[in-house]
C-alpha cells in the first residue's frame, strides 16, 4: 500500500467516525460516491474540467493569433458549442457501447449457466476459495449463490469478469451531463471577453493583455475551487485536488499561449 492510499484511508476513517458517531447508518452511506452519484459525478467532472481546460488553452492559443478580443470571442465560442457536441456525442456513443457489452455478456453468461451448470458452479467454487473460503463455508455460499439464476449471473458478471451494473447508465444523460457540463465549464475563460463586448471596450494592446489575463485568473480560481470540491467524492486532501486540476489548466493555457506565439511570428 503507497502513501496515497495510507493517507486516503486514514482520512476516510476519520470521515466515517465522525458520521458514524450520530448513529445514523445513512450517514457512513453518505460517504460513498457509488451508483447514479458516482456516475453522474464522473460525468459533471470529465465535462466541466474538459472545458475549463480545452477552452483556456484555445482561448490561449486564439489570443496569440488573432490579437483582437472579439474575434477570440466569436472563435471561443464556436470552439464552446463544437467541443460540447463532440464531447457529449462521444460520451453517449462510448455508454452505449459499454452497454451493448455488458448486455451480451450477461447474456452469454446466463447461456453458461443454463447449459454448462457444473463449470459455472466449479467457477464459483474457485472465485471463493481465492478469497480463502473452504470446507463446508464455502460449500454453503456456492449453494446460497448459484440457488437463483440471477443472483448468480450477476456474481459472474462482478467477481469474474469485474463489470459492475453498466446497464443502470442511461446513454442520453450521460451524452447530456458531459456535453451541458462541457458548456458551463467553457463560459468560464470566455468570461472576461463578453464582458469586454457587452462593455464595448476599444480593442488595444492593453485590453487584449488584461481580458486575456483575467480569463486565465478566472480559470485557474475556478478549476481549483472545482477540484475542492472534487475531492468531497474522491477523498484526496482538498489542496492537492484543487491544485492538480489549476496545474493542468496552467499548464495547458501556457503551453498552447506559446504555440499560438510562435506560429504568430512564423506567419506573420
Request: proline share 2%; no cysteine; glycine share 10%.
Amino acid at each position: 500500500m503507497n502513501k496515497m492510499e495510507t493517507n486516503t484511508q486514514k482520512e476516510l476513517a476519520s470521515e466515517i467516525n465522525v458520521a458514524a458517531a450520530d448513529g445514523n447508518p445513512q450517514a457512513v452511506e453518505h460517504w460513498h460516491a457509488g451508483g447514479d452519484t458516482g456516475s453522474n459525478l464522473r460525468d459533471l467532472v470529465l465535462g466541466i474540467s474538459d472545458g475549463l481546460v480545452t477552452v483556456i488553452a484555445f482561448v490561449a492559443g486564439t489570443t496569440a493569433l488573432l490579437q483582437g478580443t472579439n474575434l477570440v470571442l466569436k472563435a471561443g465560442v464556436a470552439e464552446m458549442f463544437a467541443g460540447a457536441v463532440s464531447m457529449g456525442l462521444g460520451a453517449y456513443l462510448g455508454s452505449k457501447s459499454q452497454r451493448e457489452v455488458y448486455a451480451k455478456e450477461k447474456a452469454r453468461e446466463y447461456y453458461e449457466v443454463e447449459h454448462m451448470p457444473d463449470a459455472e458452479r466449479q467457477e464459483v467454487r474457485d472465485i471463493y476459495a481465492a478469497k480463502g473460503f473452504e470446507g463446508a463455508d464455502l460449500e454453503m455460499i456456492v449453494t446460497r449463490i448459484t440457488s437463483d439464476k440471477d443472483r448468480w449471473v450477476n456474481m459472474m458478471m462482478s467477481e469474474e469478469l469485474g463489470y459492475g451494473d453498466e446497464s443502470n447508465e442511461s446513454p442520453v444523460r450521460t451524452g447530456m451531463i458531459v456535453g451541458v457540463s462541457y458548456m458551463i465549464g467553457a463560459l468560464v475563460p470566455l468570461s472576461s471577453y463578453i464582458v469586454h463586448r457587452i462593455l464595448s471596450i476599444a480593442d488595444t494592446a492593453d485590453s487584449l493583455s488584461t481580458t486575456f489575463i483575467i480569463s486565465v485568473a478566472l480559470t485557474l480560481a475556478v478549476l481549483f475551487a472545482f477540484g475542492t470540491f472534487k475531492s468531497r467524492f474522491t477523498h484526496q486532501p482538498w489542496w492537492r485536488s484543487g491544485l492538480e486540476m489549476m496545474i493542468a489548466g496552467g499548464v495547458g493555457a501556457l503551453v498552447v499561449y506559446a504555440v499560438g506565439q510562435l506560429v504568430s511570428g512564423l506567419v506573420s
